[in-house]
């Protein structure tokens, strides 16, 4: 029979709102093949986990275990892993089934952490960070000089994004949802913030880019944006939709690219830019160079237990974060 360790988690037996996650035991199976059981110390809170949590997204089995970024210590080693010890420091980023105490993960989807990256840290940037590093390199390479508009400014995202676009030499604008979290993206980076909840963003970046528009805009707010995201780019600039923290679009069309000026517009997905190893281990390597120099730095705005994932994502759904969430077991 094989050995089962107690464990603790967070699970979903039917889709809803935040009091749909329950905290129960759980049990974890020894690793098999390929396979290491990880003590985890830290797990990132993502909107991808209330798409999950709601029945937006579908779920992979049932029932759901959300939970997309995390990080801990390797506790025991399955056959054929090679490059993994116990003890060893790690984190991942995968769709569903961080919020538990243990996991039992395949190897291939570990990396290490260098000693300067703390858990929490790295819990709060294996899924925005690497996806700051596809966006921004991958999905529209920013050059020198572009101008660039971002949603959410404020956001476990959007702080990262203002920072690396500073470095990148970028001129970058960050729309966020209260002077508050206005005045924490401007320290992060951003060029310029737009309280939009206040102001027209669509005018005012008008008005900042002397009628030009962007060259590109990366909107993970969606419903409530995607129009004026369109209004505020150049001729033949690139719309990024990665999310929709407003809700779903719904009503786009194609010929609206056209009538907006010639556009490009892609919906991209973190996991398609690090299907492979090597894929993942670069942007990961490119990730972790940049906070070790300082030029990046993760703001893990709000500390829960893990128990308490519920409140966690009332916060986030209802505006109140800022930067990363973090739950600890
Ligand atoms: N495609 C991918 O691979 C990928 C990967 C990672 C994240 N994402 C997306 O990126 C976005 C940011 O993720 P995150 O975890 O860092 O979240 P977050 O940005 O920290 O939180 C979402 C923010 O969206 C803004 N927002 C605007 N309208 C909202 C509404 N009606 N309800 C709730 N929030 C609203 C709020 O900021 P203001 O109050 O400032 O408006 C809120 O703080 C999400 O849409 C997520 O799905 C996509």
Partial sequence: MTEQIADMGVVVRTAGGPD??????LETAAPGPGEVRIVQRAIGV???????????????SSPLIPGAEAAGVVAEIGAAVS?????????????VGAYRTQRVIAA?????????IAFDVAASVMLKGLTA????????PVKAGDTVLVHAAAGGVGLLLGQWLKAL??????????PQKAAIAKANGYT???????????????EITAGKGCDVVYDSVGKDTWRGSLKSL???GMFVHFGQSSGMIADFKFSDLASAGSLYAVRPMLFDYIKSREELCSRAADLFARLASGEIKAHVGQRAALRDAAAAHRDLESRRTIGATVLLP
């Fill in 20 to 25: 749909a996650l329950e905290w129960m035991p």
């Fill in 46 to 60: 993502n909107f991808i986990d209330t798409y999950f949590r709601s029945g937006l997204y579908p779920w992979p």
């Fill in 83 to 95: 490059d993994l010890n116990v003890g060893d420091r790690v984190a991942y980023t995968l769709p």
């Fill in 108 to 116: 291939e989807r570990l990396v290490k952490l260098p000693d300067s």
């Fill in 133 to 140: 590093q596809f966006l921004l390199t991958s999905c529209y």
């Fill in 169 to 178: 030499g970028a001129t970058s604008i960050g729309t966020a949802g209260s």
């Fill in 192 to 206: 310029h913030v737009i309280d939009y909840r206040a102001e027209d963003f669509v005018a005012r970046v008008r």
């Fill in 234 to 236: 150049r001729l033949r």
